[in-house]
Nanobody
Framework: QVQLVESGGGLVQPGGSLRLSCAAS????????MGWFRQAPGKEREFVAA????????YYGDSVKGRFFISRDNAKNTVYLQMNRLKPEDTAVYYC????????????????????WGQGTQVTVSS
């Protein structure tokens, strides 16, 4: 079992930046590939970014490539999502997820592969 707690969401103007954090507890953090997903009202959950257990591999959804950056600190049991040049369409609840991947290089981009989820943090991009 692993518990995930997101933080760092809030209201930001278009073009601004936010950094989300997801703190994990309960299991060895380095055993998990980590991902961020988001869900806007009336829309399906969308893949945002993922990072492998080692941190050596990352993947991004097309809508955030070049603007968002995922990283992890295994010593702090934390994964981050740096969000730059935010747009109103980035408004959503952002979820952190953990996948007990066997490979240190693998990271999933589909939600059903993730085993554990946080409660989410709201990000609102508006002027």
């Amino acid at each position: 079992q692993v518990q995930l707690v997101e933080s760092g969401g809030g209201l930001v103007q278009p073009g601004g930046s936010l950094r989300l954090s997801c703190a994990a507890s309960g299991r060895t953090f380095s055993s998990f590939a980590m991902g961020w997903f988001r869900q806007a009202p009336g829309k399906e959950r969308e893949f945002v970014a993922a990072i492998s257990r080692s941190g050596g591999n990352t993947y991004y959804g097309d809508s955030v490539k070049g603007r968002f950056f995922i990283s992890r600190d295994n010593a702090k049991n934390t994964v981050y999502l740096q969000m730059n040049r935010l747009k109103p369409e980035d408004t959503a609840v952002y979820y952190c997820a953990a996948d007990q991947a066997l490979s240190v290089y693998y990271c999933a981009i589909v939600a059903r592969e993730y085993d554990y989820w946080g409660q989410g943090t709201q990000v609102t991009v508006s002027s």
